[in-house]
């Protein structure tokens, strides 16, 4: 089991950035495959974007595809989601999510089984 702290959430304007870093426990993180999610207001948690183990592959939902990146240290035990062009609709608690089943990246919410306690991001029009 890994331990998730997320941080960087916060109000921002349509249109502006905001990056969000999630901190990990554990020796092992470098062999998890990580994940972002969110969820906004009387909406199912829904994939943002996810990064594999080693080669650090990514992949994005395609509502967010071309304005966030995903990255991560594993040397810092932290994975960053760079967040460019918010709109209004990106308004949600964004959680951090490994997975210490796989080392591919993963897309499905039932592939991870550590979670964070999320951050919340508002972006207002």
Same mark, same amino acid.
């Given at each position: 089991?890994?331990?998730?702290?997320?941080?960087?959430?916060?109000?921002?304007?349509?249109?502006?950035?905001?990056?969000?870093?999630?901190?990990?426990?554990?020796?092992?993180?470098?062999?998890?495959?990580?994940?972002?999610?969110?969820?906004?207001?009387?909406?199912?948690?829904?994939?943002?974007?996810?990064?594999?183990? %080693?080669?650090?592959?990514?992949?994005? +939902?395609? $509502?967010?595809?071309?304005?966030?990146?995903? &990255? /991560?240290?594993n040397?810092? !035990?932290?994975?960053?989601?760079?967040?460019?062009?918010?709109?209004p609709?990106? %308004?949600?608690?964004?959680?951090c999510? +490994?997975? $210490?089943?796989?080392?591919t990246?993963?897309? &499905? /919410?039932?592939?991870y089984? !550590?979670?964070?306690?999320?951050?919340?991001?508002?972006?207002?029009?």
């Amino acid at each position: 089991q890994v331990q998730l702290v997320e941080s960087g959430g916060g109000l921002v304007q349509a249109g502006g950035p905001l990056r969000l870093s999630c901190a990990a426990s554990g020796r092992t993180f470098s062999v998890y495959a990580m994940g972002w999610f969110r969820q906004a207001l009387v909406k199912e948690r829904e994939f943002v974007a996810t990064i594999s183990a %080693t080669v650090g592959r990514t992949n994005y +939902a395609d $509502s967010v595809k071309a304005r966030f990146t995903i &990255s /991560r240290d594993n040397a810092k !035990n932290t994975v960053y989601l760079q967040m460019n062009s918010l709109k209004p609709e990106d %308004t949600a608690v964004y959680y951090c999510a +490994a997975s $210490s089943w796989y080392s591919t990246s993963r897309t &499905s /919410r039932t592939d991870y089984n !550590n979670w964070g306690q999320g951050t919340q991001v508002t972006v207002s029009s």
